[in-house]
């Protein structure tokens, strides 16, 4: 299910990236830290520094490894519960099993530390056997958004995933992102997605390089025009 009202969510790294994302008008944060791994659980000083920095709403990534396979799940426990006490209130997190199907226990662990709190699942379902029918199970597992780019590889590999899952009714919201470039905006636009996730294309300078406030701005006009 896509919400009618589109939405920009930029990767924050730092307190600096939080501020040039709400003055190019993003309309919420993934807070990250590591993204050498693709994104790992922030520390409760980042965070702290992030909700000083901006009002606009923040989820905090949960991920303690570069795979999609939980790690240390006592240990991802109790960083929930830190991160928790120190002003989360939205979360990322997204486990797989060997059979690179949903881990349904460690997500279900990490649920009741939030205890009702909003999550993504993140880009792990582009990596399981069937994302449709992944996707159609975690409207269960009560996460309210999916992060997907349809295929391992990025947007421009799965567009056509995507597009189905668009089509999905009654279940998360779907924000697309992985790769994404401003020219896929529109026929994704045309297909019924309205929530958009971008890094690196808000970075002008790569990685070590921060959030640039007019880039964002583009993007916003890209995605609500």
Request: aromatic share 4%; hydrophobic share 45%; charged share 25%.
């Amino acid at each position: 299910m896509s919400s009618k009202t589109p939405l920009l969510e930029v990767i924050a790294l730092d307190a600096a990236d939080a501020e040039s994302a709400q003055a190019g008008g993003a309309d919420r944060l993934e807070l990250v830290a590591d993204m050498a791994q693709d994104g790992l659980t922030p520390s409760v000083e980042t965070l702290r520094d992030v909700l000083s920095a901006t009002d606009l709403p923040v989820r905090v990534m949960l991920r303690d490894n570069g795979s999609f396979a939980v790690g240390d799940l006592e240990g991802l426990r109790a960083d929930t519960g830190r991160l928790v006490d120190a002003g989360a209130r939205e979360f990322v997190f997204g486990f797989l099993n060997v059979d690179s199907e949903i881990d349904v226990d460690a997500c279900e662990a990490l649920i009741k530390e939030i205890d009702g709190l909003s999550w993504t699942f993140h880009r792990a379902i582009d990596r399981t056997r069937d994302p449709v029918r992944a996707y159609d199970r975690l409207g269960d597992l009560g996460c309210d958004t999916v992060l997907a780019a349809g295929h391992p590889n990025g947007v421009a590999s799965g567009l056509s995933v995507l597009q189905r899952l668009a089509q999905r009714e009654g279940g998360p919201e779907l924000l697309v992102g992985g790769g994404l470039r401003a020219q896929q905006v529109h026929l994704l636009r045309a297909g019924g997605v309205r929530g958009f996730h971008v890094g690196s294309a808000v970075r002008p300078g790569g990685w070590q390089a921060p959030v640039d406030a007019g880039t964002v701005r583009n993007w916003v006009d890209l995605v609500k025009s």
